[in-house]
């Protein structure tokens, strides 16, 4: 809010006549171009900061909503099926088309286990079985998201 005052207080004098040439007008234009992009900066971390924070409230939603939550825990609890908050980088083995493959568990393998379940399936788990979901490509990006900065943190 003060910055919004300088701000103001600044554009003022800069836009009266009266005071051409001045010699504190390089400075005032220095000061002035600081401030807007103090502003502007703020502004800008203060809204990435809150998309961040609704991406992470929608994932966490989404997670409960669709019943993921039924079958794995966030803790590291192994329930139904794997707990989700500590694969990333994991190396596990999993089939594809009845292949054995050993993998390590990156972003990209996270949004496949949800888009399409089975694809490859976790050699730990094969008797179990993951329904697919029924949800849009964004509630899987997201969902993806969710968990994948659950994992980071
Ligand atoms: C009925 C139980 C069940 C439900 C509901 C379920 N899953 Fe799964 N999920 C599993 C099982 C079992 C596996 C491991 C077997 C496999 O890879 O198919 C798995 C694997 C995964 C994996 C890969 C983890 C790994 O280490 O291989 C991810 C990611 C995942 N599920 C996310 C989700 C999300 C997100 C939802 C909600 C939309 C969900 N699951 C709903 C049972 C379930």
């Excluded at 089975?118 to 697919?132: G, Q, R, V």
């Amino acid at each position: 809010m003060r910055l919004y005052v300088i701000f103001i207080f600044l554009s003022c004098n800069i836009n009266n006549p009266s005071l051409w040439p001045n010699k504190y007008m390089v400075q005032y234009l220095k000061l002035f171009f600081f401030c807007f992009f103090c502003v502007l900066f703020i502004a800008c971390t203060q809204k990435k900061k809150q998309n961040q924070t609704d991406f992470m409230a929608e994932g966490k939603l989404i997670f409960e909503q669709s019943g993921c939550a039924i079958c794995h825990s966030l803790n590291g609890e192994t329930m139904y099926g794997p707990a989700l908050n500590s694969i990333l980088g994991k190396s596990i083995h999993v089939l594809r088309d009845s292949i054995q493959h050993s993998i390590t568990v990156d972003e990209d393998y996270i949004y496949r286990a949800i888009k399409d379940p089975d694809f490859e399936k976790n050699e730990a788990y094969l008797s179990k079985k993951m329904p697919l979901p029924i949800l849009t490509d964004k509630q899987i990006e997201i969902l993806s998201t969710y968990i994948i900065q659950l994992n980071k943190h």
